[in-house]
């Protein structure tokens, strides 16, 4: 079989680069969307990275942005991928209250764009649409592909609005397109400004005498928290389906924000209760208190189930942070040297 190809906007961040090492894992060409900065910020796939030169590379970095949408129909053309997996966005919750306006035009726009690129095109590619659980919002627990949305965040609405119109485009025009509703996943790759990653940081430094409070909002919030590297495969599988549908992926636990920093300080024989402090500048305007996630579609029409839950996860990414601090390197990503990088420019 001829070897798929696959583009990814948003391929620098958590799940870009854990989808990157899965599909090169499967013989895949990946082509990788990155907004254009001074300064680099591929920490998170510099171990996948070849010297383009390379007659064996099979990984390539494209500047581009969900705000431009000609830059993506041309690189659609260019690519000419099998496979696109939209994983970009303003993906902070907190920050979506301050910046509403970008976020909507990077997170629900945008998708509008690189659908509108897609069709225009003519492409015979299948498309993943990152979805999430925050579209849920007030709706009570468990939530599954059927339950009422009701968004709480402009993160949330700007997420919803993506998802109906990957669901128009499906059915108007007939793309293979899909909506993943990815519950809570994370992993020693998160961004440091997220709740767990913040908390496995804190509670090492605190460990190593670095620091001693952590600042935090709500500790009642309560999260279906997973393993980012798993939900990947089920992205993956998604698009390997005769037809296109959207699917729920959770762990079905329920979890609070004091139960992953107990976990979390409890690893290091720590007791959080003398560390943790709280400050009203986390909260959010208005609060998403449980999200649990009914993943049986998924397990039954996939075969895809989790197998890390909270309490491991916790204990991975505090791991993780250890390892981190005892190599003095900063980030929890391999760092192996790499060629200078070297971007497609047309």
């Known amino acids: 079989m001829t070897a798929k190809t696959a583009l990814i906007t948003g391929i620098t961040g958590q799940d870009g680069s854990y989808l990157s090492e899965l599909l090169l894992d499967k013989g895949y060409t990946v082509h990788g969307v990155v907004r254009r900065a001074s300064t680099f910020n591929t920490c998170r796939i510099d171990h996948l990275y070849r010297d383009p030169h390379d007659p064996d590379t099979r990984l390539f970095l494209h500047y581009g942005d969900l705000t431009d949408g000609s ?58 649409q990152a979805s999430s659980s925050e579209m849920f919002g007030a709706t009570p627990p468990p939530q599954h592909e059927s339950t009422p949305f009701h968004p709480r965040s402009p993160y949330g609405v700007a997420k919803l609005y993506a998802y109906w119109i990957t669901r128009n485009y499906r059915e108007a025009y007939g793309l293979y397109a899909v909506n993943g509703i990815l519950f809570n ?70 979890y609070s924000v004091r139960d992953f920093v107990e976990h979390s300080f409890a690893h290091l ?36 189930r989790p197998r890390v839950r909270a309490p491991e996860l916790a204990r991975l990414m505090v791991d993780a942070e250890l390892n981190a601090l005892s190599r003095n390197t900063g980030p929890t990503v391999p760092a192996v040297p790499s060629p200078a990088h070297t971007l497609a420019s047309h």
């Open 71 to 128: 830059r993506m129909a041309c690189l659609l053309d260019q690519v000419q991928p099998d496979e696109v997996y939209n994983l970009a966005a303003q993906s902070h919750v907190r920050v979506s209250f301050d910046e509403p306006e970008f976020t909507g035009e990077t997170t629900a726009l945008g998708t509008t764009r690189l659908l509108e690129a897609i069709r225009m095109t003519g492409l015979p590619c299948r498309y993943y």
């Open 185 to 254: 996943h994370e992993s020693p790759r998160r961004g440091p400004t997220f709740v767990t990653r913040k908390v496995a940081t804190a509670a090492t430094r605190i460990k190593a005498g670095l620091q001693d409070v952590l600042y935090l909002g709500n500790l009642d919030a309560r999260r279906d928290w997973g393993y980012a590297a798993e939900y990947v495969e089920a992205m993956w599988l998604m698009l390997q389906q005769e037809d296109p549908d959207d699917y729920v992926v959770a762990t079905g636990t329920s």
């Open 269 to 304: 024989d720590l007791d959080w209760r003398d560390h943790v402090r709280f400050d009203k500048r986390y909260l959010r305007p208005a609060e998403v208190d449980d999200l649990v996630g009914d993943a049986s579609k998924a397990e039954q029409v996939l075969g895809w």
